[in-house]
């Protein structure tokens, strides 16, 4: 129970800090993420996720999601992305971060990756994120972790 007040609290504290800002685009959507190579098959995690544009190209992507894994409960996690144009509407980018969950322990981790981004219409972006997640645990090995989400910029 305590586990659930957390991630709601970590919930609301994100989207709070988004709707907070006035400078520079942001955007709030759905995620899903896979964590394979956790040596307890795979994980799945869904729940929020959101961007805020620090600088041209330069933003920062909090997400908190529940893991739907037996024995496990949330993973905070956020990451910086430095974003390229490849085509009008295209978007790539690498991904650096920092990660705690508790998969199998309380685990503290470091995100190294790529993604993408697509846009869809005047509001909506779907993207793709895979990255590798260096935990700093003794019980788990380093996942890779694929993300799946679609954003709605405000």
Same mark, same amino acid.
């Given at each position: 129970m305590k586990r659930i007040y957390l991630m709601l609290a970590m919930t609301l504290l994100c989207i709070t800090t988004m709707s907070a800002q006035e400078k520079g685009q942001w955007t709030l959507g759905p995620a899903m993420k896979v964590y394979a190579n956790t040596g307890m098959g795979g994980v799945v995690?869904?729940?929020?996720?959101?961007?805020?544009? /620090? /600088?041209?190209? /330069?933003?920062?992507?909090?997400?908190?999601?529940?893991?739907t894994s037996r024995g496990s409960s949330v993973d905070v996690s956020c990451n910086v992305h430095y974003t390229?144009?490849?085509?009008?509407?295209?978007?790539?980018?690498?991904?650096?971060?920092i990660s705690f969950n508790d998969i199998k322990d309380f685990a503290f981790g470091f995100n190294l990756g790529a993604g993408f981004d697509c846009r869809l219409g005047y509001h909506w972006d779907l993207y793709l994120n895979v990255?590798?997640?260096?935990?700093?645990?003794?019980?788990?090995?380093?996942?890779?972790?694929?993300?799946?989400?679609i954003m709605y910029r405000f």
């Open positions: 995690g869904l729940g929020p996720a959101a961007r805020v544009n /620090l /600088l041209d190209g /330069l933003r920062l992507e909090p997400s908190v999601m529940v893991l390229f144009e490849v085509a009008p509407k295209w978007y790539l980018y690498p991904i650096a971060g990255n590798w997640l260096a935990e700093c645990s003794s019980s788990l090995r380093n996942p890779v972790v694929s993300t799946l989400g």
